[in-house]
């Protein structure tokens, strides 16, 4: 997270709306195809931008967006699911389908998933209602248990991508190959 708070700074300066728009980067190792957000009613320390440093003391809270297309999820779940061997993700018809070769309980086994995307509290993108096939053969007594905590969360914003609070995820809209999530966005507190 390149950007914090430091309100034990002074707060004289204000800031009534900081906009902030992203294209094309990676934050440890999620691609990111766009962010933006619009945060109201800020305050920065007025001493220092005299000294030619912008430090903000406070945020607000505001709308926020970012978006994530397939080839991103798909490299970044390659680089942080060591159960995932080889993987294809595709995101049509609002769902996610994930196809590929996963090393589960010492075991590799071929997979397909066909899922929603969903939020689980407010920072965790999870798999939910996970149509599962192992082997070609299409699993309903739950024995796709191990496959599914394995990759759950697909993503949990402050411990994979170490956001401290930045976002809380409230939609997320699959379409045209890539996966928009929008919410509330703040610059949180330098930890």
């Known amino acids: 997270m390149p950007l ?15 906009v902030l ?3 094309d980067f990676v934050i440890r190792d999620l691609p990111v195809v766009e962010l933006s957000c619009d945060l109201p ?4 320390a007025l001493g220092l931008l ?9 945020s607000g809270e505001g709308k926020g967006s970012v978006t ?7 490299r970044y779940i390659l680089a942080r699911f060591p159960a995932a061997q080889k993987i294809e993700v595709r995101f049509d018809k609002y769902k996610l389908f994930a196809k590929g070769t996963a090393m589960i309980a010492l075991i590799r086994r ?4 066909i899922c929603d995307l969903g939020i689980s509290e407010k920072r965790k993108l999870v798999i939910a209602n996970p149509i599962t096939f192992i082997e070609g053969k299409r699993i309903r007594d739950g024995s796709d248990g191990a496959l599914l905590r394995a990759f759950n969360p697909v993503l949990d914003l402050d411990r994979d991508l170490g956001l401290h609070g930045a976002f809380d995820m409230e939609s997320i809209l699959i379409k045209d190959g890539r996966a928009t999530i929008t919410g509330a966005a703040r610059i949180p507190v330098r930890p």
Do not use: H, M, W, Y
């Open 50 to 58: 005299r000294e030619g440093k912008v430090c903000l003391t406070k």
């Open 4 to 18: 914090f708070t430091d309100p034990q700074l002074s707060q004289r300066g204000r800031l009534a709306r900081l």
């Open 110 to 113: 071929d997979f397909e998933i």
């Open 68 to 74: 994530i297309d397939e080839d991103g999820l798909e």
């Open 41 to 44: 009613n800020n305050r920065f």
């Open 21 to 23: 728009s992203l294209r």
